[in-house]
């Protein structure tokens, strides 16, 4: 008869051991509080565009959605990522067009740099839009 050795089933048991996970920090809010109220507005986004998550907007000459630069001023926050490509077939997007928002979640243009900056250009925004208050602050 043959011998049937049957494998160990306890091997590591009592053997101490130890993990851990690296947990990232929480991300910070990127609206601080409701006062001003949050309020958004649809755009048309111009085309030929790749703009980011809460991306600093303003608009270009025909009134379509851009990175803001000083020369096109400051509508809004942009809500969500959008690319559009080069064809006339615009796309809609929607932006924060009233809020408090956190400065350090905000994407802004390379032309904005320096707080100073970009403090004028948020007080300067411009009146395309009925309502509009942007306050930012960095916690």
Known sequence: MP???????????????QSSD???????????????????QSFAVAASQTLAANTVVGLDANGRIVSATPTTGIIGVLVDAI??????????AT???NGHFNSARLVWDAA???????????????????VGTIATFTP
């Open 3 to 17: 011998t049937y050795n049957p494998p160990a089933m306890d091997s590591g048991l009592g053997t101490p051991s």
């Open 83 to 92: 690319t559009t490509n080069a064809s006339t077939s615009y796309k809609g």
């Open 95 to 97: 932006v924060y067009t």
């Open 112 to 130: 904005f740099d320096t707080e100073a900056k970009k403090q004028t250009a948020l007080n300067a925004k411009v009146g395309t839009i009925k």
């Open 22 to 40: 690296v947990i990232g920090a929480r991300p910070q809010p990127l609206i601080l509080s409701m006062h001003p109220a949050t309020l958004t």
